[in-house]
């Protein structure tokens, strides 16, 4: 069950470089909301820098930040994806991915040091990407016939709820949107009414 009713994430992608004993470190942050954009990403980040040694990535999805996962990509266990996410979870972030790419100076940075490489190229990248705060929301479809649409729609503009889509066929047919902090007060409002079927569809 999830408790906050907003969430944190990065307004726009951007990259940062840092270095540590010749060997350099380009850290790329992306929005993302599935697992088919994460790996879109990494395959761009691939594409665009060939000829690096390691590609570690972190992210966090959706907004209760149900999935997480890192990779280390060849380096030592938990030296680099495991300080990746621990940078995307200090600043509280959600549909997040970094990828930080590195290309070796020729010069080992040992444990505490690719620790530190990595964290800090994670972290520069969230620095110079807008962090913004965004509401937590629900979709409902509910059905109900043509005799109280009045009224419907009189509560769901009262209650700050967004139509998605509306479709009419013998019945009413409607998906809607609304902070997860207001959904219960117009549910309850929506089920007084003996014709409405509410259906939860989703959080977003």
């Known amino acids: 069950m999830m408790f906050a009713t907003t969430y944190k994430e990065i307004k726009f992608s951007t990259t940062a470089i840092f270095k540590e004993k010749g060997s350099k470190f380009i ?3 992306f929005p993302v909301y599935n697992q088919q954009e994460v790996k879109d990403k990494i395959k761009l980040v691939k594409t665009n820098e060939k000829g690096a040694n390691h590609y570690c990535f972190a992210y966090v999805l959706f907004p209760d930040k149900s999935c997480k996962k890192s990779n280390d990509d060849g380096e030592p266990n938990s030296t680099a994806g495991l300080p990746i996410l621990r940078a995307i979870e200090t ?6 991915l970094i990828i930080v790419v590195r290309y070796f100076g020729g010069k080992k940075l040992g444990i505490p040091g690719l620790i530190k490489s990595y964290k800090t190229s994670a972290l520069l990248a969230i ?6 705060i965004k509401n937590i929301k629900e979709i409902y479809k509910i059905i109900f016939d043509h005799n109280i649409i009045n009224d419907i729609m009189k509560e769901i503009k009262r209650n700050n709820a967004v139509i998605l889509s509306h479709e009419y066929n013998l019945k009413h047919q409607l998906k809607f949107t609304i902070n997860l902090d207001e959904a219960k007060h117009l549910i309850e409002k929506l089920k007084i009414f003996k014709e409405v079927d509410v259906t939860y569809i989703k959080t977003i």
Not at 91 to 96: A, F, Q, V
């Open 27 to 29: 850290s790329y942050i």
């Open 91 to 96: 600043n509280d972030l959600t549909n997040t």
């Open 127 to 132: 620095d110079k990407s807008k962090i913004i």
